[in-house]
């Protein structure tokens, strides 16, 4: 049987301040949600958070961007909108850029990672939620999982693997994609997915003579980028991923093994700073300290039929306390940098911050080198 697992997330308010989404919030997507799957929409659900960010995890037989799977969660963040205001929670709705639903979300604000594949004898998945950051922060773990021998060894052992995986890779500022195949276009690959504010990681796909067929995607990433879709600066980009794993696939620890290794990302504070990931479990996704640093959460299910068997909240493990405390040393020595690069962004990152303003109030006072 085909089965789809959607991710759909937003931010539609959270306490205090960016800090985290409350429980009244996940408590009303979680009743829309609940009679979705008893009319038949949704096979099943989960409603997860990633610090200010309510995650729906779905799964149905309804296939990618379908109207009503898209309807059900759209409805979910209204009547959690709804409760954020009742509750004067901040950012109430932020996420929300219209106010009628048009048959899917995508440009409508919320990010979306999709997956519509044949489930295998037994079908482990991680579901990937971040907070703080934009699609571009799943470049490097992504790549590591699928085409990096140092981090996953089935690529060598397994002969499943043998073909590598193929990268179908987005221009976020020119709406353009290609296709890439790893092992033998690795450089190019890397030449592209290196710019991680211009070139994101979609989906990967198998390469030949894989036990999954090369024309299923084995993973997916949110590449919604909010500003693009508002055509200013609001609210935050926050992906989520999906990855399958095992039997052909990276195994989970694999999967999870990028993670160990706190990359620096984009998206801290403002999202205008940059700072390590840190990996931790759903309930400690609190970003605090200059409002992070950046989190990522990892829950890992088994699918029955489209059943979610889980979570398993895999990063509450002990084994990623190293990557934590690494996490918090470089957040010292970045923050130690205050208002310059590369802690904050380089220009063209802060064109849709406050920085506009401040060149405009300076316009008039910026005189000729030229003698
Ligand atoms: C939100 C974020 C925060 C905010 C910051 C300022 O995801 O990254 O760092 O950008 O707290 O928020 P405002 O402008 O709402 O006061
Ligand atoms: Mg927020
Ligand atoms: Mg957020």
Same mark, same amino acid.
């Given at each position: ?20 989404? @409350? ?19 949704? $096979? ?15 799964? @149905? ?92 060894? !089935? ?40 710019? +991680? ?9 198998? !390469? ?6 090369? +024309? ?31 039997? !052909?696939?990276?195994? $989970? ?9 706190? @990359? ?31 989190? $990522? ?16 909240? $895999? ?14 040393? =470089? ?5 130690? @940098? ?9 220009? +063209? ?8 303003? =401040? ?13």
């Amino acid at each position: 049987m085909k089965t789809t697992l959607s991710i759909i997330k937003a931010d539609v308010g959270s306490y205090c301040g960016h800090q985290l989404c @409350h429980a009244n919030l996940i408590k009303a997507a979680d009743a829309v949600l609940k009679e979705a799957k008893a009319s038949g929409t949704l $096979i099943d659900y989960y409603v997860a958070h990633c610090g200010d960010d309510l995650d729906l995890i779905m799964t @149905h037989d309804k296939g990618e961007g379908n109207e009503k799977v898209h309807k059900a969660a759209w409805d979910a963040f209204m009547d959690a909108t709804a409760e954020a205001k009742k509750l004067k929670l901040y950012g109430a709705g932020q996420d929300i850029l219209s106010d009628a639903f048009s048959g899917n979300v995508k440009g409508m604000g919320p990010g979306c990672a999709e997956m519509e594949f044949e489930e295998r004898k037994s079908e482990p998945v991680v579901c990937f939620l971040m907070d703080k950051t934009d699609p571009g922060a799943f470049n490097f773990p992504v790549y590591r999982m699928f085409a990096d021998p140092f981090n996953t060894a !089935g690529l060598v052992i397994d002969p499943n693997m043998r073909n590598g995986f193929r990268f179908e890779v987005y221009d976020i500022k020119e709406h353009k994609r290609v296709f890439l195949n790893t092992p033998s276009e690795l450089y190019e690959l890397l030449a592209l997915i290196g710019s +991680t504010s211009r070139y994101v990681i979609k989906r990967v796909y198998p !390469g030949a003579d894989n036990k999954v067929p090369e +024309t299923e995607a084995v993973a997916a990433v949110s590449t919604d980028k909010l500003y693009e879709i508002a055509g200013d600066y609001v609210g935050k980009d926050d992906p989520v991923a999906i990855a399958r794993g095992q039997s !052909g696939l990276p195994s $989970i620890g694999e999967l999870v093994e990028p993670y160990a290794f706190p @990359h620096l990302v984009s998206g801290w504070m403002r999202g205008s700073h940059v700072g390590p990931i840190y990996p931790c479990s759903m309930d400690n996704s609190i970003p605090t300290r200059f409002d992070g640093p950046t989190r $990522i959460v990892a829950l890992g299910f088994q699918l029955a039929e489209g059943k979610l068997v889980g979570p398993n909240d $895999i990063f509450a493990d002990g084994a990623y306390d190293r990557a934590r405390s690494k996490a918090l040393k =470089v957040a010292d020595y970045m923050r130690r @940098h205050g208002p310059f690069q590369p802690h904050r962004l380089p220009p +063209t990152d802060m064109e849709y911050t406050s920085m506009p303003k =401040v060149m405009e109030k300076l316009k008039g006072r910026f005189e000729s080198l030229k003698e």
